[in-house]
């Protein structure tokens, strides 16, 4: 079946704009997660939705960083007034949380450059 | 909370020898641990993973092995090509929260 989708796939803003990031999950996934690379580095984990909840926004950089999901489906990760250091790509990946089926699955990524 | 340690950070290898990464973890309620192979500009693929019940998973020419009263598991790959440079990432998975915690990271580079 279809894969995690992510768009947009690149995204160039302007410091102090708003953007919007969107994930597409596999069908039936119940947890999906958002992560940020910057060039050259690890995963840094930002959050993770169980369903439409989010047990843990732990990894948000700051208040500047928002997520939400609804319809166990869709999510959507927004930056509002970006900063230069917000360039990176932005990774969202899923999973079912049945036994044996943790294994999660990553989309392309958005690359985000903040100008 | 859960730390998860990797190493070593670069690894450069001959082609046709093995090549082993090793990763660390803190909480023994972890029970899954999956290993991603990440290419330049492209997106972490899951190339084995192993469970806790279990203490050694081979496919082909990548194994993983996992000590789990010493907290730690190793990727083994063996007879290493060109095509295996890529970064690797370990990742661990917490038990009833469903939150992945990844290393950091092991750039292999495979010396033709």
């Known amino acids: 079946g279809a894969g995690v989708s992510q768009s947009p796939s690149n995204k160039v803003t302007e410091k102090g704009k708003d953007v919007e990031l969107r994930c597409d999950p596999i069908?039936?996934?119940?947890?999906l997660y958002w992560y940020r690379q910057r060039l050259g580095q690890g995963l840094e984990f930002l959050i993770y939705f169980q369903g439409n909840s989010a047990p843990d926004k732990s990894g948000l950089p700051s208040d500047r960083f928002s997520a939400e999901r609804t319809g166990e489906s869709v999510s959507t990760l927004t930056i509002q007034r970006t900063q230069q250091e917000d360039s990176a790509v932005y990774l969202c990946?899923?999973?079912?949380?049945?036994?044996?089926?943790?294994?999660?699955?990553f989309g392309p990524g958005t690359r985000l450059l903040v100008l | 909370g859960e730390n998860v340690e990797q190493h070593p950070s670069t690894l450069s290898v001959q082609e046709g020898d093995s090549a082993v990464i090793k990763c660390t973890y803190s909480d023994s309620a972890s029970n899954y641990f999956p290993w991603y192979k990440q290419e330049l500009g492209k997106r972490p693929q899951l190339i084995i993973d192993?469970?806790?019940?279990?203490g050694e998973k081979k496919d082909q020419r990548i194994a993983v092995t996992l000590n789990k009263t010493a907290k730690h598991f190793s990727l083994h790959i063996t007879e290493t090509q060109p095509e295996d440079s890529a970064v690797y990432f370990c990742a661990v998975l917490h038990s009833g929260t469903y939150k992945y915690i990844f290393g950091t990271g092991t750039r292999l580079k495979v010396l033709a």
């Open positions: 990946a899923s999973s079912s949380q049945w036994l044996a089926r943790e294994t999660q699955y």
């Open positions: 192993i469970r806790s019940n279990v």
């Open positions: 069908s039936g996934h119940t947890a």
